[in-house]
């Protein structure tokens, strides 16, 4: 597909989207240049009679276009070649479903061992810094996209016609395996997309404990008193592991700092901590350190959970879910 | 035996030698009046002695010992040294100030006792400050601060009181009530040695003189050997009218001090 | 006209009664006298926790910090004969900030838990003696005011460039716990690596107090009074060094008290530097406790930085003295 056009690659991915008059400059059709068979795609036929037929008038325009559409969704789309993705967590989820040929690019952050759980078989292919020439260059038929990605690059993207994907990164369990499957489908990855995530339920619903009784609690402490309430992964890694947390019954939503002394009150049964990289010397790392904790928890040793489990939804979150549910048995 | 002794003093500033082989003596009961034009290194001399300043060479003894056998505050306990020029670094109250007089007496941690108290209201009394003792240093006049600088240096009680200029800046009848009350320090067991321009008031109170010209001693003794108008010519580089010469314009000396209700 | 006993037994009630308002407030409102309890019955009761590990000791470095603070202004302001000279002024606090920093960031402080505050302690001599030497021997105020700027604003600098510098992540954020002081997370360690320097330096500004009164009449007739400038002046920069340099290790550099304290209670003392060494110490305790306090009342999530409420007091005294040196002039 090197040798096509860009326009014809913008009339390509304009027809697999749903049929709508495009809104787009018309300046596109406008370029006139005849390309002749460079396309091996079904679509470069029509798209050479679409050019052909505009002499029959607007109208004419508007049935073949509605045409290709119908045709479009009845021949199935095909998956896409060349996904590029442009963060971490759609990075891992990429490379656990698609196969190697479909991955024309991951991001940087998914060779960095301490927070990707794909970072040996990242550096099997080129990097991208998620910067507009990049992207363009790949020539990606597929773009992975996350809420945080910079929305001017987004709104770039699509001007110019890339076929654009935004995960939803959720905090929930149901959310995550949705997605998955989503994504799988939208790959073609469907079968596989479906294994990652029964292996993933079968693992959490083996260990999980669905009994409201008798749960521990649990209080994640992070460098400058930081701590995860409802509505974050650490959260339902907790809840499906059989752990109360702490933060969330004091009502606190999404991350957020607690005061020692609400910790104190708090008296949970056991602090996580999942430190980023070696702890180094700062005062915000040495709040870990205060000798108040070690007063409160006395001798119990701290958990430990990577940091790495905690930065994007995906099936890590089961091995997660196991960490606790094994230190839940040590209580 | 002479109290406090400087034998051969010399001192360089600057590579400027200000006083070339001073010697210089006071006892008790004497007021030795320095005297010379300015520049002549008086000034000098009595940091010297007071120990602001090092010596380049000579000795100072003090009551027959040596003036490094005493500790800092041993030796402020027996010399006090009142500047010319003192810069007061807070509006203080006259009396406190006057009060720091006492300090060298006092051990870190004391406050004045009730003699301390008793002193310093006497010599209040004597330097005219009662109107003035709650009021603020630095609101007084230049002839009022004079005077409390002064009481604050007779308020130690040392054995030797180093004045550098104290009545330059005082009115007629201060100037005479400063030197008699420095006359009556005398004679009560201690010793002053001041500087003074005034001739007339030197001539009048000191016990001796001695002259100094250009870092070094011209003349030293009783009143009348120092002042001849010869030494005088010398030192100073003018002519002296003697008062039996003729006058073109009145001839007024300060004289003695009468209080107001005497006036009446 | 109070006496200076009414004066320092004011102050030393007024201290008591925010000693124990500072031991009832928290994020979290807990009975004060349950906790007494459980503190000294020894068994792990969270009130009694919270109350000997969080708020004893963050109350008692407050009053120590503030108290050095406040103490330093007294002497430094006396020494120097200048009402404008501060801790903050001439450097000490900018300084210690940075020793503190380099030492803390760069794995130094693990070395030994002396380690910090002696980095404090180095950096505010250090900056101290650059600023009095820059201004020269008879510096007048405006010279020692200029080097102070010249002093500050070097060490702030270099104590940006090593945060961004500094291995840890975290680092480069921290700068407003420096610059602007923070007492949260007071622990009991803290506490104490805070007392060794804070007690030498209070050591020795002891029993000089004459000195400090004699320097009022010049440095000439304070010479021949028996006071050795040079000895003094190299004993109460140490002195202030070790206070300063140990409080602001632990607390970061808290601006306005050295400099506000001592300049309201000097009138209240005659104007004489001995008498205002003590009420300096309370006032600074007291003022930084209050503050401190007013920083655990206001209900943020991020407890704002004591610092704040500082120069909040200290900018409209600027204005105040301003406006006061016009009426004068006037």
């Known amino acids: 597909m090197a040798d096509c056009g860009l326009l014809d690659r913008i009339v390509m991915g304009f027809t697999r989207q749903t049929i709508t008059i495009p809104t787009h400059s018309p300046r596109r059709f406008a370029r006139g240049k005849v390309i002749k068979g460079c396309c091996s795609t079904p679509v470069a036929g029509i798209n050479n009679a679409v050019r052909k037929k505009s002499r029959y008038g607007l109208a004419g325009k508007c049935l073949v276009l509605l045409f290709l559409g119908l045709v479009s969704i009845l021949a199935g789309a095909a998956p896409p070649q060349r996904v590029v993705s442009l963060n971490l967590c759609s990075d891992q989820l990429l490379l656990m479903l698609a196969d190697p040929e479909q991955i024309a690019s991951v991001s940087h952050l998914a060779r960095e061992e301490t927070s990707s759980f794909v970072a040996s078989r990242a550096k099997e292919y080129p990097a991208n810094h998620a910067q507009l020439e990049e992207i363009i260059t790949l020539q990606p038929d597929l773009v992975l996209t996350v809420p945080y990605t910079n929305p001017r690059l987004i709104t770039a993207l699509q001007h110019l016609g890339f076929n654009l994907y935004p995960l939803t990164l959720g905090n929930h369990l149901h959310e995550i395996t949705s997605e998955i499957e989503r994504l799988a489908i939208r790959l073609g990855q469907k079968t596989r997309g479906k294994a990652v995530v029964d292996e993933m339920l079968q693992r959490i619903a083996s260990e999980t404990e669905h009994s409201e009784l008798n749960r521990p609690s649990a209080l994640f402490y992070q460098p400058r008193g930081y701590t995860s309430g409802t509505n974050t992964l650490q959260n339902e890694a907790l809840k499906l592991a059989g752990w109360r947390n702490s933060a969330a019954e004091n009502g606190l939503q999404g991350y957020g700092q607690i005061s020692l002394e609400k910790v104190i009150l708090s008296q949970p049964d056991i602090l996580i901590t999942s430190a980023y990289g070696k702890l180094s010397n700062s005062l915000a790392e040495q709040i870990l350190s205060h000798p108040v904790l070690f007063r409160l928890m006395q001798d119990q040793p701290r958990l430990e959970i990577p940091y790495k489990y905690w930065i994007c939804p995906g099936p890590m979150l089961a091995e997660a879910v196991s960490l606790l549910r094994e230190a839940k048995k040590l209580k | ?264 | 006209m109070i006496s200076q006993k009414q004066l320092n037994l004011s102050l030393g009630l007024l201290l008591v009664g925010a000693m124990l308002i500072s031991l009832l407030t928290g994020s979290q409102t807990i009975p004060l006298y349950q906790a007494i309890e459980e503190s000294f019955t020894g068994l792990n009761g969270v009130y009694g926790i919270i109350l000997t590990e969080l708020r004893i000791p963050r109350t008692l470095v407050a009053i120590l910090a503030g108290a050095s603070l406040g103490l330093s202004g007294a002497v430094m302001q006396s020494l120097l004969r200048n009402p404008l000279a501060s801790p903050g002024l001439v450097g000490s606090a900018s300084g210690a900030a940075l020793g503190a920093v380099a030492t803390l960031y760069f794995g130094l402080a693990s070395l030994s838990s002396l380690a910090l505050p002696m980095g404090g302690i180095a950096g505010a001599l250090l900056a101290t003696l650059t600023a009095y030497l820059l201004a020269g021997r008879d510096a007048s105020p405006l010279t020692l005011i200029l080097a102070g700027v010249a002093v500050n604003a070097f060490a702030l600098a270099l104590v940006s460039l090593l945060l961004n510098l500094a291995p840890s992540p975290y680092a480069v954020q921290e700068i407003a716990l420096w610059m602007l002081g923070s007492l949260a997370n007071i622990s009991r360690n803290e506490l104490l690596i805070l007392l060794p320097g804070t007690l030498a330096g209070w050591l020795l500004m002891w029993r000089q107090g004459h000195h400090l009164d004699l320097l009022t009449l010049g440095e000439e007739t304070a010479t021949s009074m028996g006071v050795q400038l040079i000895k003094l002046r190299w004993r109460l920069f140490l002195a202030i060094a070790l206070a300063v340099g140990s409080a602001i290790s632990v607390t970061g550099s808290i601006g306005f008290i050295g400099l506000v304290i001592p300049h309201l209670i000097r009138p209240l003392v005659g104007y004489q530097p001995s008498k205002l060494l003590i009420p300096s110490a309370l006032g600074g305790a007291l003022l930084l406790l209050m503050a401190d306090i007013g920083v655990r009342l206001i209900p943020l999530t991020t407890e704002i930085k004591v610092g704040v409420i500082t120069s909040l007091l200290g900018a409209p005294f600027f204005l105040w003295l301003i406006l006061n040196q016009r009426r004068r002039e006037a």
């Open chain 2, 1 to 264: 035996m002479s109290h406090l002794i400087g034998q051969g003093l010399c001192f360089k500033k600057s590579g400027q030698t200000i006083l070339k082989q001073i010697d210089v003596h006071i006892d008790q009961g004497e007021v030795l009046g320095l005297i010379g034009p300015n520049g002549a290194g008086k000034s000098t001399l009595l940091r010297l002695l007071a120990g602001v300043a090092e010596p380049d060479q000579g000795r100072l003894t003090l009551a027959g010992k040596p003036v490094s056998a005493f500790t800092p505050k041993q030796r402020a306990q027996r010399i006090a040294y009142l500047p010319q020029l003192s810069e007061i670094a807070w509006p203080m109250s006259v009396e406190r100030l006057v009060a720091l007089g006492r300090l060298p007496h006092l051990e870190h941690w004391q406050q004045p006792t009730t003699e301390d108290m008793v002193l310093i209201e006497t010599v209040m009394r004597q330097t005219d400050l009662i109107p003035f003792r709650h009021r603020a240093y630095n609101t007084l006049s230049g002839g009022e601060q004079a005077r409390v600088q002064l009481a604050r240096a007779l308020v130690t009680e040392a054995d030797i009181l180093l004045a550098d200029e104290p009545v330059s800046a005082l009115d007629p009848a201060h100037q005479l009530d400063v030197m008699t009350l420095l006359s009556a320090y005398c004679k009560t067991g201690h010793a002053v040695i001041i500087v003074l321009h005034d001739l007339a008031l030197a001539a009048h109170f000191c016990t001796r003189l001695q002259l100094l010209h250009q870092g070094a001693t011209l003349a030293e003794g009783s009143v009348e050997s120092v002042l001849s108008d010869q030494h005088l010519e010398t030192a100073y580089a003018i002519a002296i009218n003697s008062s039996d010469k003729q006058m073109q314009h009145p001839f007024s000396l300060p004289w003695r001090r009468i209080e107001r209700d005497e006036l009446t």
